[in-house]
């Protein structure tokens, strides 16, 4: 994955109006209410007709799942709203790693200042934060030497940047879980489609959607996991 450097996008995403990606007509407040409005169009805009694209309604449901796992397990708070706006954003960053390969940098920026908002709320002493710089330095140093020894042909600039934002969203040493659980998604998926495309499978798949997988594993099961691995290796 690579970051591309467009931080003036985040002006047009601020201020500025949605848009059909195919007729780039400026959508009304009814166009965009999450789910209802891609179901009511039958997935096409209202203008054109043409095709929007699954994932737009795949990334408005998994963030309403995600929403709803954040109030569950962190209650109704304005921490637990920085963690939901973190990880809907680590689900946009997967989904345009799945579609271009490249992520702007604003939204890597975005998603670690609300998950170190998060985390912030939630400390009361400097060791505290310095536990969770750890969570995402020890997240990244797998996919950094990756990126060095291949040269980016193993994993991209943004792999690292995913990591170590999932491991600020995790927490060490859950962080070591989340990190673990992508590699181990990422390797899985790669078998399957090695086996079923053979030859013509992807010379790179696309790492972002299994480090964000990851790092939702460590933020609500990591610490779990990790308490029974030592019990189970006896320590």
């Known amino acids: 994955m690579a970051v591309k450097n467009r931080l003036g996008s985040l002006e047009t995403v601020l201020t500025g109006r949605s848009a059909c990606p195919k007729c780039k007509k400026r959508l009304k407040a009814i166009d965009l209410v999450p789910v209802i409005s891609y179901l009511t169009l039958r997935g096409c805009c209202r203008y054109c007709k043409k095709p929007i694209g699954l994932s737009y309604l795949l990334v408005e449901l998994i963030c309403a799942a995600l929403g709803g ?26 989904f345009l790693d799945i579609e271009s390969h490249e992520v702007d940098l ?54 690292v940047a ?52 990851g790092g939702v594993i460590g933020l609500l099961w990591g610490q779990r996991i990790l308490d029974l691995y030592l019990k189970l290796i006896g320590l």
Not at 74 to 86: A, R, T, V
Not at 184 to 204: E, P, S
């Open 106 to 159: 604003w939204i890597f920026i975005a998603g670690v200042l609300f998950a170190l908002l998060f985390q912030g709320m939630g400390v009361s002493s400097w060791q505290d934060m310095v536990t969770v710089l750890l969570g995402g330095t020890s997240a990244l140093i797998i996919p950094a030497a990756f990126y060095l020894l291949s040269r980016e042909r193993w994993m991209g600039l943004g792999d």
């Open 69 to 94: 796992f954040v109030v569950w397990k962190f209650g109704l708070h304005f921490s637990s709203f920085s963690l939901f706006i973190s990880l809907s954003l680590l689900v946009l960053a997967g």
């Open 162 to 213: 995913f990591a170590f934002w999932i491991g600020i969203i995790a927490s060490y040493p859950a962080s070591l879980i989340a990190i673990f659980s992508a590699f181990l998604l990422g390797g899985i998926f790669g078998i399957i489609v090695l086996v079923t495309k053979g030859k013509r499978a992807q010379r790179r798949i696309p790492f972002g959607p299994f480090l964000g997988l």
